[in-house]
C-alpha cells in the first residue's frame, strides 16, 4: 500500500535516495535531513500509514522493537548522553509528513535543543474529570 504521492513512500521504498542506517522487508532508517542533533534518524514503514491511528497493530509493535534497537546501536556508536523517541500526529501537533514516522533522535550533553512544554496546573477535580472523560465513567 503505498501513496503515489507522499515524498516516503518514495524514500522508504528506495525511489528517492536516502541515507540509509538500517533496512529490511518492512521499513527503512533514514538520518533526517534537518536533524534535532547528529544521528537524528527516522523510522519509515514501507507500506504507507498518514499517521499512528493507522497504523496496525503488528507494525506499531515492530517499530518500537526497531526504535529500542536503533537506539542502541546509535547511543553505542555516536555516544550520545541520552535520547528522545518522538512521534507526532496531526498538523496541531506538529506533522509535516503525512506518512507514519518515529523521530529517534539522540541528546547530547549542551546541544542546546528542547523537546518540551509549558506545563498545565489543573485542580484534582479536573484532573478527574478529565479521567472521567477518557475512560468514561
Ligand atoms: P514531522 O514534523 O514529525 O512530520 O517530521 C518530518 C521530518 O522529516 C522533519 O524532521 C524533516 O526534517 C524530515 N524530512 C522531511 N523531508 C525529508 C527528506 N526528504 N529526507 C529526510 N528527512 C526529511
Ligand atoms: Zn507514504
Not at 61 to 83: E, H, P, W, Y
Not at 124 to 132: A, F, G, S, T, W
Amino acid at each position: 500500500m503505498k501513496d503515489k504521492d507522499c515524498i516516503f513512500c518514495k524514500i522508504a521504498g528506495g525511489e528517492i535516495p536516502s541515507k540509509t542506517i538500517y533496512e529490511d522487508e518492512e521499513f527503512r532508517v533514514i538520518l533526517d535531513l534537518g536533524p534535532a542533533a547528529k544521528g537524528h534518524a527516522l523510522i519509515l514503514p514501507k507500506d504507507h500509514f498518514a499517521n499512528l491511528y493507522e497504523l496496525p497493530d503488528e507494525t506499531a509493535s515492530r517499530v518500537m522493537l526497531l526504535a529500542k534497537r536503533m537506539a542502541a546501536q546509535i547511543t553505542d556508536k555516536l555516544q550520545c548522553d541520552g535520547f528522545n523517541l518522538v512521534q507526532n500526529n496531526g498538523e496541531v501537533a506538529g506533522q509535516t509528513v503525512f506518512h507514519f514516522h518515529m523521530h529517534l533522535i539522540p541528546r547530547y550533553k549542551d546541544d542546546g535543543q528542547k523537546i518540551a512544554w509549558q506545563p498545565g496546573k489543573p485542580s484534582q477535580e479536573e484532573l478527574e474529570e478529565i479521567r472521567n472523560q477518557i475512560v468514561g465513567n
